[in-house]
């Protein structure tokens, strides 16, 4: 089955730096990746996608890359802000079902 | 208002009853799904649906069942609900070309606590 393998650790950064969050993937090629944001108590909500064509995407200050030879996703907020403080998942469709990672909880201190 | 809710938002339950969450969504979408998420598990999909005639299993589909009743509306059900069904609902749909590029628009999500 899909594995999908985010930062398991949570992430604390400083307001205005950049936070980069990592997505491993194994035992597919997924045609594309896509990025959610989840706050608290509430459904995840999409932010990217990024098909497998594609080194980079941007979107306002996030950042995505997808490297299908490291089957990887990195995802970058420039200038990070306290609203930003969320839990991110990424997610990945094989054989008609789509599979999350764990997500990467971060936080921005003021 | 919003585009897919869900009911109820909480409930609480006991071991053996049976308990129907519904799934209602507004945005025209033929695909839609269920899943739970649990922490340390992240999300996982129980059942999807490309149309009203067309249900599929997900990757957790035991204990659990669903009814598409029109294009609007999932629901899924515990037949005879346990404890480890405890967990997050989360309802979604999607849009897009399939294999190309999807993405899924999620419900508040339902809290059951099965005691």
């Known amino acids: 089955s899909q594995k999908i393998e985010q930062n398991s650790e949570a992430l604390n950064i400083q307001e205005g730096k950049t936070a980069t969050l990592t997505c491993n993937y194994t035992n597919y090629s997924p045609a594309y990746l896509q990025w959610y944001r989840q706050d608290p108590g509430r459904g995840p909500v999409f932010l990217l996608l990024?098909?497998?064509?594609?080194k980079e995407k941007r979107k306002e200050r996030l950042k995505v890359t997808f490297d299908t030879t490291l089957k990887q996703s990195l995802f970058h907020i420039t200038a990070s802000q306290p609203a930003d403080s969320a839990t991110y998942l990424c997610?990945?469709?094989?054989?008609?079902?789509?599979?999350f990672g764990t997500g990467t909880s971060l936080t921005v201190i003021p | 208002d919003a585009d897919v809710t869900q009911t109820p938002r909480n409930r609480i339950t006991k071991t053996g009853k049976r308990i129907m969450l519904e799934c209602s969504q507004t945005?025209?979408?033929?695909?839609m799904y269920w899943y739970r998420q649990d922490p340390g598990l992240g999300l996982r999909l129980i059942y999807y649906?490309?149309?009203?005639?067309?249900?599929n299993k997900g990757e957790i589909s035991d204990g659990y069942s669903v009814s598409r009743q029109a294009q609007a509306k999932f629901s899924l059900s515990l037949e005879s609900a346990i404890p480890n069904q405890t967990a997050l609902y989360f309802c979604?749909?999607?849009?897009?070309?399939?294999?190309?590029?999807?993405?899924?628009?999620f419900g508040p999500g339902t809290r059951l606590l099965v005691l």
């Open positions: 945005k025209g979408h033929d695909r």
């Open positions: 979604a749909t999607s849009v897009g070309d399939r294999g190309f590029g999807e993405t899924q628009y």
């Open positions: 990024i098909r497998e064509n594609e």
């Open positions: 649906s490309f149309d009203v005639k067309d249900i």
């Open positions: 997610a990945l469709e094989a054989g008609n079902q789509f599979y």
